[in-house]
């Protein structure tokens, strides 16, 4: 059983260079803020940039990259890796 610290440490692993598939596959409560995000990026971002790293992503749709690591970061505090 893995424990909310051991989460946070987990969930703050997820960095510049992973791509969207390697977080979302990992980290499934990431969908949601990714679904969020689409709005910003004006097009949905799992359907259209899955094999993209978070920096390509945020270069691509002129998005704030730092904001976007936390919010994903943030989303997996109460969740288990592949939850």
């Known amino acids: ?16 260079g ?21 709005d910003r990026a004006g097009e949905c971002i799992c359907c259209n940039a899955l094999f993209e790293s978070l920096d390509a992503v ?10 976007l690591i936390q919010d994903l970061r943030n989303a997996g505090d109460n969740a288990k890796p592949g939850a």
């Open 18 to 38: 992973m791509t969207v598939l390697d977080i979302v596959s990992t980290y499934s409560a990431t969908q949601e803020v990714f679904k969020r995000w689409d």
């Open 1 to 16: 059983m893995t424990d909310k610290s051991e989460n946070s440490s987990l969930i703050s692993a997820i960095e510049p």
């Open 58 to 67: 945020a270069e691509k749709y002129n998005l704030d990259l730092a904001a």
